[in-house]
């Protein structure tokens, strides 16, 4: 793929370095929950209306998150990483924003061309132990984290690759499918 390319792949890429004295982030659109107290379903993402909490790996000590919005359904990288899901995403506003642990704004995100409405969301987490680099600051692990969002019909939540320790602490049934499947 040339430099060229890449402007096309990614039309709207958004890459931030968080601090990661809590293994997670958000990206929230900012609207009010219906009921706070209540996720739709847990693991490495805590969903709810609006706004996701994504797990890190709790050894990084912070996160490189890049954060894709394709107009079709994106490359396959799915290899690169440890772990993997892909769910279902409803956009209420289709403006989000990448916040830090404390609710920090890191970026926003525009969800154009597609707007509010239903997205398919791949969530793609890396250890830090892969030798990420330390981005010059002498801060310790970097983990990475790459969101992958592009318009589609909602659908249920896949584990696509699930073979690092943060994978397998959220969705150990993975692992079991794999050793009763042989």
Same mark, same amino acid.
């Given at each position: ?8 792949? @990614?039309?709207?890429? #958004? ?6 004295? @809590? ?7 900012? &609207? ?10 847990? !693991?490495? #993402? &805590?969903?709810?209306?609006? +706004?996701? +909490?994504?797990?890190?790996? =709790? &050894?990084? +000590? /912070? ?6 919005? *394709?107009? !079709? /359904? ?15 995403? =409803?956009?209420? &506003? ?6 830090? =642990? ?21 969530? *793609?987490?890396?250890?830090?132990? @892969? ?10 692990? #970097? ?27 959220? @969705?150990?049934?993975?692992?079991? +499918?794999? #050793? =009763?499947?042989?």
């Amino acid at each position: 793929m040339s430099a060229g390319d890449v402007t096309a792949a @990614h039309p709207d890429r #958004v890459d931030c370095v968080l601090d990661a004295q @809590h293994p997670y982030f958000y990206l929230s659109e900012n &609207t009010a929950l219906i009921n706070p107290g209540v996720s739709t379903w847990t !693991g490495m #993402v &805590t969903a709810s209306s609006g +706004k996701l +909490k994504l797990q890190v790996p =709790w &050894t990084a +000590k /912070r996160v490189r998150v890049v954060t894709e919005v *394709h107009p !079709g /359904r994106p490359e396959d990288v799915i290899g690169l990483y440890d772990d993997v899901i892909e769910f279902g995403y =409803w956009s209420a &506003t289709g403006l989000a924003a990448v916040l830090d =642990w404390s609710w920090t704004l890191a970026s926003p995100l525009n969800l154009q061309p597609g707007g509010a409405g239903d997205y398919r969301l791949r969530y *793609h987490v890396r250890d830090p132990s @892969h030798g990420a680099a330390d981005l010059g600051s002498g801060r310790g692990a #970097v983990a990475e984290a790459l969101i992958q969002l592009w318009p589609a019909k909602l659908g249920g939540k896949e584990e696509l690759r699930i073979t690092g320790a943060l994978g397998n602490f959220w @969705h150990p049934g993975s692992r079991l +499918k794999i #050793v =009763w499947n042989g």
